[in-house]
């Protein structure tokens, strides 16, 4: 690495990976295969049983309509090992963008197959299920700060993966990585891909008590902050607050992978990176049961039925448009698109929207945000607190909600895992 590439790397940590406790907004999960210790290693057999939120989500009855088939998601994270019993199959041909040795393939922390697996994991061997399995995975591996100490390295991997994933056969990009910083080149990297009718989601990050600084990519107009909540439905002690969220998803308590030996899970009190993932996998089975929608209208349609205790229109700064529901749409029908080509992020037309949302007939050759208003009086669930902070999900008549986290690096800007 030269002197002149560290004074541009970011320092990037992954958002799901937490070694800390979890502060006293958060509470004990009342599920009991919710939360255990972080560094605990799990049996992959129990791995599945700790996907709480997947019966609450209404998993198994939105698979008998969709199984989010058709839909390519592009996973920008730490790599992706295709070789997972649960990922056999799912991942397709991707990018490596880091400048250092090895592909997309060659996962050096196993953060992004845990993302790929929550999201498009068959299950297979007792490993994690996706909430879309049907979708399949387009890896694009980038650097965090660890790997940048150790490897001479691309130190514009962030801009080239965005843009890679804009011009892949993917439909949604998701990316479990923040930086504390913006440069205006990741700014155009995001215009692009808007413009290439993707829908971009990002963690809002982990360090709520720690600064609560925003987190890029989240915190551009173009793309989706993602916040994360415990199962009672209050926003998770680590989850960033403010402007950049625009809505939530579960994740306390998911397994991840424990290193790049992948030889077994370990529990993990969560972050937004698993937010994040579950999120894009919400995504995909809205996406693929009506595939000739846009971006704007799956995006429009997830807001709309989002899980909220405020008035519609108003955004909560801490659960943004509330909690993640993609069965209101599957199985009940609810949700109005709205406009093909207007962002329901910054309420402006939105380049290349007009059929840009139909999947790809082709699939690869192998198996700052707007303005928001202020928090609405809550009302119902929400006794504690009036802030929009604290939310009963009620998903198939069972009251439930979410989580997530991890830690940093050190360079002249940070980036990290959601």
């Known amino acids: 690495m030269t002197a002149g590439m560290s004074q541009t790397l970011k320092c990037r940590t992954s958002l799901g990976l937490r070694g800390r406790l979890l502060g006293t907004m958060a509470v004990a999960a009342a599920w009991s295969v919710g939360l255990a210790g972080a560094a605990s290693p799990a049996v992959a057999a129990d791995a599945q049983t700790k996907q709480w939120y997947l019966p609450l989500m209404q998993a198994e009855e939105m698979w008998k309509t969709t199984t989010g088939n058709g839909i390519k998601v592009a996973v920008i994270d730490t790599g992706v090992n295709p070789r997972t019993p649960s990922l056999k199959g799912q991942v397709l041909k991707g990018f490596d963008v880091t400048g250092a040795e090895g592909d997309e393939y060659d996962d050096y922390r196993g953060h992004g197959t845990t993302m790929a697996e929550l999201i498009a994991g068959t299950g297979k061997g007792g490993g994690l299920k ?5 979708a399949k995975i387009i890896p694009v591996r980038i650097t965090d700060t660890e790997f940048q100490n150790e490897h001479s390295v691309n130190a514009k991997d962030d801009v080239d993966a965005i843009r890679a994933a804009a011009d892949s056969d993917a439909q949604i990009i998701s990316m479990s990585f923040a930086s504390d910083f913006s440069s205006q080149e990741e700014r155009e990297a995001v215009k692009y891909a808007e413009s290439k009718g993707k829908l971009f989601f990002a963690g809002v990050g982990n360090n709520a008590q720690e600064g609560n600084k925003e987190q890029y990519p989240a915190a551009y107009p173009q793309v989706v902050g993602v916040a994360a909540t415990d199962s009672k439905g209050e926003v998770s002690a680590y989850s ?3 402007e950049t969220v625009d809505i939530a998803a579960p994740g306390d308590g998911i397994p991840t992978w424990c290193d790049s030996n992948f030889q077994s899970y370990c529990d993990s009190e969560g972050g937004t990176s698993q937010a994040t993932a579950i999120t894009s996998a919400s995504a995909a089975l809205v996406w693929s049961a009506h595939p000739d929608w846009t971006a704007n209208q799956v995006l429009n349609v997830l807001f709309d039925t989002a899980s909220r205790d405020w008035e519609k229109g108003t955004l909560s700064k801490y659960l943004g448009h509330g909690l993640i529901r993609p069965s209101m749409n599957i199985l009940k029908g609810k949700g109005t698109p709205g406009a093909a080509d207007v962002s329901p992020l910054t309420k402006e037309k939105t380049p290349g929207s007009a059929g840009s ?17 202020d928090d609405a009086a809550m009302a119902g669930s929400s006794t504690e607190k009036n802030d929009g902070s604290q939310l009963g999900l009620i998903l198939g008549g069972v009251a439930v909600v979410l989580v997530l986290g991890v830690g940093g690096f050190l360079f002249a800007r940070r980036r990290r895992t959601a």
């Open 357 to 373: 949302a139909a999947p790809s007939a082709s699939a690869s050759s192998q198996p700052e945000k707007s303005e928001k208003a």
């Open 240 to 242: 960033q607050y403010g």
């Open 130 to 134: 996706g909430l879309a399995p049907g």
